[in-house]
């Protein structure tokens, strides 16, 4: 089936420690965001790539980091966590871009200890 | 910045019931505005968008109308039923690199 899939689906993490979230679709999209969902807040850009290559800051990217190697993935480094990255994160793609519609994985749950 | 204001939840309907979400938006020129849906365990879905001022989105017998002189996208459905049960967030892209959500409405659909 055609998409986005997420790995883990679920992590729980000491502080401190360094965490990869995986990121891979086949809708051959040249866009990828990074959003984090916390309640209360909505979704917040932290990360995006336009194309293959290359990556840009959304709104929350401190302590996050990520890499666009090829057109299929798009994974999120956290380089030391802390309690505060506590969070549900959903990987999204788009074809050219945000007016047109957004595909979402279905999330990866963190919780920081 | 470009903002979304969304009324608060839970939204708590009996099925049948007439649902309406509010949401308001500020940007600078003229964006694109959105209906996500998150069902429970799942990622967002788009529901319905509108791309200029007047344009209606629809769909699975949602409705909203894009009003550029109220800045508002509100989000309709005359009759709700027990599947209807989500989140539903608010958005707007503004032709860039981002969508910027609504806190998101937890809409309860009681049968």
């Known amino acids: 089936i055609a998409g986005i899939t997420q790995a883990p689906t679920s992590q729980i993490l000491a502080a401190g420690r360094r965490m990869t979230l995986r990121c891979t679709q086949d809708?051959?999209?040249?866009?990828m965001y990074w959003y984090r969902q916390d309640l209360g807040l909505g979704l917040r850009l932290i990360h995006y790539?336009?194309?293959?290559?290359?990556?840009g800051k959304g709104e929350v990217p401190d302590g996050y980091s990520v890499s666009r190697a090829n057109t299929d993935d798009f994974p999120l480094t956290l380089a030391s966590a802390v309690p505060s990255q506590t969070s549900v994160y959903f990987c999204?793609?788009?074809?050219?871009?945000?007016?047109?519609?957004?595909?979402f994985g279905q999330g990866t749950r963190l919780t920081v200890v | 910045g470009d903002s979304v204001t969304q009324m608060e939840g839970p939204v708590t309907l009996s099925e049948e019931a007439c649902l309406t979400i509010n949401c308001t938006y500020t940007a600078t020129g003229y964006p694109s505005l959105f209906w996500y849906v998150q069902y429970p365990g799942e990622g967002l879905q788009l529901l319905l968008k509108a791309t200029k001022a007047d344009d209606k989105g629809s769909n699975k017998g949602f409705e909203a109308t894009y009003r550029k002189e109220t800045t508002s996208f509100h989000l309709e459905k005359g009759s709700v039923q027990v599947s209807d049960s989500a989140v539903y967030f608010c958005a707007l892209s503004d032709h860039g690199n981002k969508l910027v959500f609504g806190a998101g409405t937890i809409l309860r659909v009681k049968s």
């Open positions: 790539s336009n194309t293959a290559g290359t990556t």
């Open positions: 809708m051959r999209h040249n866009a």
């Open positions: 999204a793609s788009s074809a050219t871009g945000l007016d047109t519609e957004a595909f």
